[in-house]
């Protein structure tokens, strides 16, 4: 089954807009962690935020900020006011301790293009 | 402080050939991972280095696939008989410690090419 849902494969959005990126995960464990990162057109993977099953606390970083609901199974991702810098793929990730290992790797869902056009 | 570095950049072969990918992590971080990512995917896990063991090598496809990392530092991803299948990007991935969804640094990649 699939583990993280990025539903939205592509978005396009005129700047200065706000966007909404939604992520949907499923898990049993009761300690998880959700993570979303960004891949440019250069290709590298950047880190945006993390977050913890026990802390439910939205976030808000400039002009970016995240929506985690349990109830729903969601961590969405909102870029207020969006720029062409912005462009990028958004991956949202969730991160368990799966094979009984210890690794707590990453799940990552397909991800969602954003395109912001001038 | 340098990231996470990988070489080479871009690796052509043919089917059936060997071939090694290198990732150099941050220093001081004990925990390493490897994903690949096919086009249009997410990364997908493969294995997990803890100081110099695999600790969780249940992502590896088959058993053409082996990694290492002899010295708790540089790891080299080793593909044997590489199949066009196998084209991908391959990702390297370090942080400070395992476990506890630390947050992952990862490297620009190797784009691997299969023909």
């Known amino acids: 089954a699939q583990k993280v849902t990025q539903a939205q494969t592509e978005i396009s959005v005129v700047e200065k807009e706000d966007v909404t990126l939604d992520c949907v995960y499923e898990t049993r464990d009761t300690t998880y962690y959700l993570f979303w990162y960004k891949q440019p057109p250069s290709g590298e993977l950047v880190f945006l935020i993390r977050r913890n099953s026990f802390d439910e606390q939205n976030e808000i970083s400039g002009r970016y900020s995240w929506n985690f609901q349990k109830s729903t199974s969601s961590f969405n991702f909102t870029i207020t006011a969006s720029q062409v810098v912005d462009s990028a793929v958004y991956f949202c990730?969730?991160?368990?301790?799966?094979?009984?290992?210890?690794?707590?790797?990453?799940?990552f869902g397909k991800g969602t293009k954003l395109s912001v056009i001038p | 402080g340098a990231g996470v570095s990988q070489t080479p950049s871009n690796k052509v072969t043919e089917k059936g050939k060997y071939v090694e990918l290198r990732c150099d992590p941050i220093?001081?971080?004990?925990?390493l991972y490897w994903y690949r990512q096919s086009l249009g995917q997410g990364p997908e896990f493969l294995i997990y280095?803890?100081?110099?063991?695999?600790?969780?090598d249940s992502g590896l496809p088959n058993d053409r696939f082996f990694a290492v990392r002899p010295e708790g530092s540089v790891s080299t991803l080793k593909i044997q008989r590489t199949e066009r299948g196998d084209s991908a990007v391959y990702l390297c991935?370090?942080?400070?410690?395992?476990?506890?969804?630390?947050?992952?640094?990862f490297g620009p990649g190797t784009r691997l090419t299969v023909l």
């Open positions: 220093s001081g971080h004990t925990a």
């Open positions: 280095f803890q100081g110099t063991g695999a600790a969780d």
């Open positions: 990730a969730l991160s368990e301790d799966y094979s009984g290992a210890g690794s707590y790797q990453l799940t």
């Open positions: 991935a370090s942080s400070l410690m395992g476990g506890s969804g630390n947050e992952q640094f």
